[in-house]
């Protein structure tokens, strides 16, 4: 091929070829009748084409590793519409934690129907974090400072996993534990502490969308 020649000339990922009458085969490109830029045509109706090529794409760097990817964008669009600002809350929350209050993350109104959206991936993490410690789901989230002991294991559970036989089963040891402290402030001639009134449990709905957001962040911030 001519370098500067009227056959064709290259211009950084774009080449222009005279290919005359010859048909093109397996071409991975994008095709186009001169003149009208990049309308799809028959190949067999070209006598020239234009052939752009792609040069590789490169390999984008997760913004929080290992975690779910879903759950790390549905974060930072909560936080804001900014980028730029989204990854500078998160790095302020992995200095300062949640209950600093950050834009999304702040009321129950936010904070709520973030878990309710996003609500199996974070359970997912939850599972995670609790193998990974060896601890369980129920008693790990009961061991959160914006939780502690104002909720009963079956309160948390619900929250979690809902009313359904097999997922509470996941929480049987706590539940047990639960009974037993019944036993004990019955023997000491105390309200059974599951026969009490039910609380609010929307603290709990909002404290778990604070642990997906502290998770992301100090997974994109792991110096800080």
Known sequence: MAKNGHNGYHNGHRKKIDLGDEPLYGAQAVFSREGRDKQPVHLGELKRYTIETRAPRKRVKPIAPGMNPRLVKAVL???????????????????????????????????????????????????????????????????????GEDYSPSEISKVLYGATPRQRKRSEEAVWKEVIADLGDIVHGKPARSQKKAADVTPIANCLAWFALEAVAHAANPDL
């Open 77 to 147: 669009e909560n936080l804001s519409d900014d980028p730029e600002d989204a990854m500078q809350s998160l790095k302020d929350v992995a200095k300062h934690g949640a209950e600093g209050g950050f834009p999304g993350f702040t009321y129950y109104t936010d904070t709520v129907e973030f878990y309710k959206r996003n609500k199996r991936a974070i359970v997912k993490l939850l599972q995670e974090e609790a193998d990974a410690s060896e601890q369980d789901p129920v008693q790990m989230v009961r061991n959160f400072n914006c939780v």
